[in-house]
């Protein structure tokens, strides 16, 4: 239903955020990697997933998309819900839970406020080829895409949104082959 949010911080803490955009203040708990990244008053794109129960909604937001996808395979795990999810996300950075889950580091998980023994194992156990499948598919970028990151960059700095500065990028990047970031951004300019 929600996939990401953009707007201004208009309040945080360690694991709640609060993010306006077009008028509207959303609650969003988060975890404190992403929280600490953040200060009041600063533009933020989140990454969201909505928490249904019976009784409420939860929005929960996170700062890369690696992070969301971790957040929703620990909820897959028997026992662990959203806080204790949360928790494990704001405790082990993205790349140290995979490395974790792949070693079958249980201590390191148990570490983590509110996971046990059997809690650690289950969620090794259960997370350990989709993290395996997960890590390889988060294999360092080629060069191709780290110009278009900076060119996409440089131009936000510029003064254009990110959505103008993807797009332009995107259509320069299939116009000019093999261009250094500068090349890149001089012919994203000619798109804007």
Sequence with gaps: MYDRITGIVIEKT???IVVEANGIGYDINAPVSTSSKLSELSSVTLHLHLHVREDSLKL?????P????LFRALL?????GPQTALAVLSGISVDQLCST??????ASLCRVRGIGRKTAERIILELKEQVKSFAISRAAPDKSQLTQRDAV??????GYTRSQAQTA???AARNVKDASTEQLVKAALEFT
Excluded at 60 to 64: D, L
Excluded at 76 to 80: D, K, P, Q
Excluded at 101 to 106: A, P, S
Excluded at 153 to 158: G, K, Q, Y
């Design 169 to 171: 990028v995107e259509k």
């Design 153 to 158: 960059l440089a131009l936000v700095s510029l």
């Design 60 to 64: 929960y937001g996170f700062a890369t």
């Design 66 to 69: 690696d992070e969301r996808r």
């Design 14 to 16: 360690p694991t709640r």
């Design 101 to 106: 889950i792949v070693n079958e580091d249980h």
């Design 76 to 80: 897959t795990v028997s026992g662990v």
